[in-house]
């Protein structure tokens, strides 16, 4: 079984950044594939980014090149860096790591 704790969600101004981190238990980490999604109330959850071993590193067209994924295989963590928030990227974001999810932590952009 695997656990996914997620932390760094919060309120963030218009343009401001945020850096969500999600810690997995095991040591599964390095060969499963990793994503952050995220989802608003009365919407599906939606895939933000992901990284599949020996394919590639995937975004969504809305967060290209503001959203950065990364991940420590040693300390069993990924990363989600967001820069240049919207309010549009308000919303609840989950971990995901093979088929565990995480808990979701609250993303928040607001003046």
């Known amino acids: 079984q695997v656990q996914l704790v997620e932390s760094g969600g919060g309120l963030v101004q218009p343009g401001g950044s945020l850096r969500l981190s999600c810690a997995a238990s095991?040591?599964?980490?390095?060969?499963?594939?990793v994503g952050w999604y995220r989802q608003v109330p009365g919407s599906q959850r939606e895939l933000v980014a992901t990284?599949?071993?020996?394919?590639?590193?995937y975004y969504a067209d809305s967060v290209k090149g503001r959203f950065t994924i990364s991940r420590d295989s040693a300390k069993n963590t990924v990363d989600l860096q967001m820069n240049s928030l919207k309010f549009e990227d308000t919303a609840v974001y989950y971990c995901?790591?093979?088929?565990?999810w995480g808990q979701g932590t609250q993303v928040t952009v607001s003046p």
């Open positions: 995901k790591v093979s088929s565990f």
């Open positions: 095991g040591r599964l980490f390095g060969y499963y594939t």
């Open positions: 990284m599949i071993p020996a394919d590639g590193t």
